[in-house]
T-cell receptor, first 114, second 112 residues
């Protein structure tokens, strides 16, 4: 089992550029979650999907952020345009409906916006 | 979801039991207690969860008080690899509300 796969692992970009983060959940998992972690705010849930459908996006900070899940094995989190305050580690996690208590996290993408 | 209160940091000697407390005095009858941990530079990792009975798995034990207002995570024989931030979370375990709200957690340091 490869676990949750995220790419890229590190991203450095300039303010105003578009950034796309990618996630491949564990095969067979029904739920996919995007989190953001910073020193100031800790670990925050941004959005989660159930069977590829967005269920709760109340954590998405503003319209510059968007997330999609076109199929069960792929999701993207896009920031356009990026700003320095978006610098953080972004985690993707997945879980099964029958054991939704246990979320499996990916290694994260460290984003730096200069 | 009920709010939890944890000490900011703790330390424990290697080989000893690490006991991490969590207060959740406003917990509801249908809310579970979950523990996750995050080792530096990694994503959080599920440890254990319980409703009202004590639970044990290969990683840890969870002791929940009879009134369910507090709990303790026990790592029976702490090793240096157990150094991490430990999150106590309370939430309803239904599929329509599967999101986890992480607090600030307890930073556990294991000393040699």
């Amino acid at each position: 089992d490869a676990g949750v796969i995220q790419s890229p692992r590190h991203e450095v970009t300039e303010m105003g550029q578009e950034v796309t983060l990618r996630c491949k959940p564990i095969s067979g998992h029904d739920y996919l979650f995007w989190y953001r972690q910073t020193m100031m705010r800790g670990l925050e849930l941004l959005i989660y999907f159930n069977n590829n459908v967005p269920i709760d996006d109340s954590g998405m900070p503003e319209d510059r952020f968007s997330a999609k899940m076109p199929n069960a094995s792929f999701s993207t989190l896009k920031i356009q345009p990026s700003e320095p305050r978006d610098s953080a580690v972004y985690f993707c996690a997945s879980s099964r409906r029958t054991s939704s208590y246990e979320q499996y996290f990916g290694p994260g993408t460290r984003l730096t916006v200069t | 979801d009920a709010k939890t209160t944890q000490p900011t940091s703790m330390d424990c000697a290697e080989g000893r039991a690490a006991n991490l407390p969590c207060n959740h005095s406003t917990i509801s009858g249908n809310e579970y207690v979950y523990w996750y941990r995050q080792i530096h530079s990694q994503g959080p990792q599920y440890i254990i969860h319980g409703l009202k009975n004590n639970e044990t798995n290969e990683m840890a034990s969870l002791i929940i008080t009879e009134d369910r207002k507090s709990s303790t995570l026990i790592l029976p024989h702490a090793t240096l690899r157990d150094t991490a931030v430990y999150y106590c979370i309370v939430r309803v375990a239904v599929s329509s509300a599967s999101k986890i709200i992480f607090g600030s957690g307890t930073r556990l340091s294991i000393r040699p």
